[in-house]
């Protein structure tokens, strides 16, 4: 139901007649500590806009607020608290119809390749396949291998049959891993073989001993120095391919040198020294810069309004592990795009979702964490008396901004889990708006 209170029902019923019961005993004295939490969530309450549900389809009105906080914004990104809930994936399939209907979206842009996100978009825009089909041969092994994305990919390709006049997209705007794909490497040679083959036996000999990029986790098995001159020659193909285009080359070979540079960046990355933490650093500022500069192209080169797709940590302005990613791609982005993105953030109060044991390999498992306890965000939003809501961080009143400004410890979850110690956020320093959850469930395999 809309707007759903936490005390209805049976235990809404008892807690009253607790209430009524107790009227003749002296009222207990509230500590400070409680009195200025009730005033942070009456505060939170005074700004928090009820959601209907996190699932896609009928009435969106309760989204309208959200459209007003997401403004005139070109990019926005939607976070999730962790990589395998239900509610956050549906909740994004939710949000994208809706910015598509209302505000001209045209691109869902998510934390993949950029090669499986080229050949996604070839079956939105009438490529052959079915939904599961693509999202089996594109998403497998990630945690976006879910009946979730077939819904969303679905809905895609059957909104573009139905408006051929405006069509919408999708992009992947990480790096190429778990494999690169060697139809990108195709898409460059065949492209320079038309238009500058005097380049191309160069171009062919640095590209032979870089594919095919099968698995990164194999590949990084490799000595560090083999990686480095990889790198080295995909940085040189880029230099190239850039080198060849002119001004009056046209579309086509823009998108050349965007898939030579994807490819570049993916080898750079791929140099990573996994015994060396300042080397994991670096290589993880520079992914998230890729991540920035592929988003920031695809939306100059395209024109389109982006809802960008990825883990809260890389949407927004800080992360829960500043020491690993110590400039995020929604800071990038804000310093480059300033109003014209906008980061949504995501919060939960309890439930399960899916991570591995390890970042570099496993299976996804589910994993279940009880509500949150006194001390956490959540815990104090969950408090607000709706079941599901949203906020706009930038404008809640003085209480709830003091409140928001402070770190305290956070329900997150990337690759992997650690229940503890849980790390720490101030949430009106990473995002502009929050979508709180009472409680997520894990999400659904294929």
Known sequence: MYGYRKTTGRRGLLALAGMLAATTLPAPVASASTSREAAVVQSLEREAHPLRSTDPGGRTADLRALSGMVGDAKVVGLGEATHGSHEFFAMKERVFRHLVEERGFTTFGLEMSWSAGLRIDEYLQGGPGDPRRIAEETLAGSP?????????????????????????HFMGDDLGGPKLGDHIFERVLSSV?????????????????????????????KPVGEREENAARAKEALDLVAEQHAADDGDDYAWTVQHAR?????????????????SITAAERLRDQAMADNVLWWQRHTGHKMLLSAHNGHIGYLSTHPDMYPRTQGAVLRDRLGRDYAAIGFSFAGGSFLTKNSSLGGDW???TVPAARPGMNEHTLDRVRYRDFYLDLRTAPVAARTWLDRARPVYDAGSTFTPDPLPTLALSRAYDILIHLHRVRAADRL
Do not use: C
Not at 264 to 277: G, K, S
């Open 365 to 367: 498992k589910p994993v």
């Open 144 to 168: 976006w291998e879910r009946e979730e994305f077939v819904s969303l990919i679905g809905w895609m390709r059957e909104h573009n049959r139905r408006h051929p006049d405006r069509r919408v």
């Open 262 to 278: 994807n490819i570049a960046q993916t080898f750079a990355f791929a140099t990573i020294d996994l015994a060396d933490p300042a």
């Open 193 to 221: 073989r038309e238009t500058r083959p005097e380049a191309l036996p160069r171009l062919t000999e640095l590209y032979g001993g870089l594919r095919p990029f099968d698995d990164i986790f194999d590949y990084l098995r």
